[in-house]
């Protein structure tokens, strides 16, 4: 059978993780990864992704369209967590509030980890001036770690080409 090739751009979360992704799940492809820096030194590395609950924001897309998106980014991180890479790959829980002034809707909170709606009186005396709260408990990734793993994961079948940004590719 033939191979097929096929060429990333960008070498941030996005391109990386599409890149491996391409690599895991094509048989027979060849991935050339096209980015003028590699981790550390992007901007990427400065990024942090947090799985938190928060109203629905990405402009025009349809609520269950961005909740598809929200859970498959929050099972991936999720598997991650429970597998031998947790330690070096930069995900881990981080527990937090979520407040505001009126209820707004989460449509995501049943996957989060430990919801607890704040009592009236936890609210008032931790966070005055705040009508809604709740605490939970959310995974974040940190792109410092994650990068690097999965630049590793990629280097084991994939080939990095470098071009500045002022070459045309």
């Known amino acids: 059978m033939a191979s097929k090739k096929l060429c990333v751009v960008g070498?941030?979360?996005?391109?990386?993780?599409?890149?491996?992704?391409?690599?895991?799940?094509?048989?027979?492809?060849?991935?050339?990864?096209?980015?003028?820096?590699?981790?550390?030194g992007t901007t990427g590395d400065g990024a942090a992704g947090i799985t938190g609950p928060r109203p629905l924001s990405f402009g025009h897309t349809n609520?269950?369209?961005?909740?598809?998106?929200?859970?498959?980014?929050?099972?991936?991180?999720?598997?991650?967590?429970?597998?031998?890479?947790a330690d070096t790959c930069g995900v881990q829980y981080l527990s937090g509030y979520y407040?505001?002034?009126?209820?707004?809707?989460?449509?995501?909170?049943?996957?989060?980890?430990?919801?607890?709606?704040?009592?009236?009186?936890?609210?008032?005396?931790?966070?005055p001036g705040h009508r809604y709260g709740l605490f939970f408990t959310m995974i974040t990734c940190d792109s410092r770690?994650?990068?690097p793993w999965l630049l590793k994961r990629f280097e084991q079948n994939g080939e990095i080409g470098r071009a500045s940004c002022r070459e045309r590719v």
């Open 145 to 147: 770690r994650y990068l």
């Open 63 to 85: 609520e269950p369209m961005q909740r598809q998106w929200f859970e498959d980014t929050y099972r991936h991180f999720e598997s991650l967590m429970k597998s031998e890479s």
């Open 99 to 127: 407040l505001s002034e009126d209820k707004p809707s989460l449509p995501w909170l049943d996957l989060m980890y430990n919801v607890q709606l704040m009592s009236d009186k936890d609210l008032n005396k931790l966070y």
């Open 11 to 40: 070498a941030g979360v996005i391109g990386l993780s599409t890149a491996v992704n391409l690599i895991e799940c094509i048989p027979n492809v060849t991935v050339t990864l096209i980015a003028d820096k590699l981790s550390p």
